[in-house]
């Protein structure tokens, strides 16, 4: 067994190895290019929920954070791409709520319940309007596969746990096309009234649609 | 007591003053401008859901109509009128829901329930699209503000509900809010999916939605 002041030195070693690579210049400048892409990410959320996605140009962007239009190009291809952007980050917040629950031993009803909490912040967060009405804008047909092909998969993952609650006897039996349609339906639309002095936080609102879906998805 | 046939004849010459006055050169007119009216509201519907409201002009509406644009503006000033009028055809037949239960001696469950029913024709109605999407397509403040006060009849209606239904048991006690916001929001979101080829019949689609609705919100 190791003593303990080499166990220190061996500590103290790999946090500065650590620290020395995220702290090298190269390090850092792909930490800072990853930093700069999502303000111009958030930014850009902001400003499409603010004024409207055609109301907003890349012009705008670029005067909000101060910086030229080639520097927003730097990180995005064209405005479409950057919907896009917007639409898959507050996206991924849905996925992460899937993937924390993948491996759980909970019931398919406590499972559901947490990606309904981690939906409604999702959709109370700067990214909620682009998810909502990223598929409303025009986009080009490549775009909007690819948008209705993540949607998809969030829309298969809640089939899926209601499925899973009827065989697990958490949830009742239902048709889970329809009640995945009503839950999400239900959760998008918080982007349509949602303001940032809403009186409620994202989690209480979650709790109230939380409750109205859980009871009514008791089994009999 | 009259005769037989005296209530015969006076039944007799009444139907006939009917069929006079409504086949009259004016009273046709009247008609026949409120239906012409009619088909214009419903062909901008169809054609606003099938082309966007913003790649829709009057011009293809009077197309589509086979008329020329001075005909459509014969019934309607702008094409944000035209608008406004489908967004208050769809919501006319939610506001008829409420009407239907205003003196009605059913609990606030039941009552709750023909609205929430009611509401889903509408959704899938020619008109849904213009109702959900009418408050995002830059309207003009007056127009705004017209949209925003309906809108708001519909959201007091369902909250009404919800706290009568608190009140006389037949519904659990909640946040009547967040509550009507949630159905409403679910029952909004049909438009976005719903299709004319969806296998589920509207009063299909209720059945499961008002299911989920009605358990989520029984007394404990």
Known sequence: ??????????????????????????????????????????????????RGYHNTSLDDIAGILNVTKPTVYHYVENKEQLLFEC??????????????????????????????????????????????????????PAMSRKVKLLKSEIDQGLRKLIRDGARDGSLRKCDDKMTAFAIAGALNWIAHWYREDEPLSATQIATRYLELFDLGLQPR
Do not use: H
Not at 132 to 137: G, R
């Open 1 to 50: 067994m190791a003593s303990r002041s080499t166990r220190d030195n061996t500590a103290k070693k790999s946090a500065a190895d650590a620290a020395t690579a995220l702290w090298s210049p190269s390090a850092s400048r792909v930490r800072d290019r990853e930093r700069k892409r999502e303000a111009v990410i958030q930014t850009a959320a902001r400003a499409f929920r603010a």
């Open 87 to 140: 639409f898959q980050t507050g996206l991924a917040q849905i996925m992460a709520g899937f993937e924390e629950v993948a491996d759980s031993k909970a019931t398919a009803r406590e499972r559901l319940s947490l990606v309904i909490t981690r939906y409604a912040e999702a959709i109370t967060s700067d990214f909620g309007w682009c998810m909502v009405q990223a598929e409303n804008q025009d986009l080009s």
